[in-house]
């Protein structure tokens, strides 16, 4: 059973940090590529951070380039988003997704989300 368990969300200042963390288990996670999609309300899911599962290259959305950082570490399934100097906009539930492209399925697996709430 494949399961994203997300975790390390809650209440940080502006200005403040927060490492996120997301367990996989149920596939082989070091061929799926791993991402971080906040959803704040009223908003689109939309993703800020990803690790391919190639080479490890990173790509972030501009909003978050010298703040954000996403890992990964294989040998623990589990990915990581380090966020540094947190805005009130970054307020939102944080998805962990995993993605695999074959030449026959596509692969999209979701977790349940961890919120951050950035706020004085």
């Known amino acids: 059973q494949v399961q994203l368990v997300e975790s390390g969300g809650g209440l940080v200042q502006p200005g403040g940090s927060l490492r996120l963390a997301c367990a996989a288990s149920g596939f082989t996670f070091s061929r799926y590529g791993m991402s971080w999609y906040p959803h704040a309300p009223g908003k689109e899911r939309e993703l800020v951070a990803g690790n391919t599962s190639i080479d490890g290259s990173t790509n972030y959305a501009d909003s978050v380039k010298g703040r954000f950082t996403i890992s990964r570490d294989n040998a623990k399934n589990t990915v990581y988003l380090q966020m540094n100097s947190l805005k009130p906009e970054g307020t939102a539930v944080y998805y962990c997704?995993?993605?695999?492209?074959?030449?026959?399925?596509?692969?999209?697996?979701w977790g349940q989300g961890t919120q951050v709430t950035v706020s004085s």
């Open positions: 997704n995993a993605r695999r492209r074959t030449s026959y399925k596509d692969y999209d697996y």
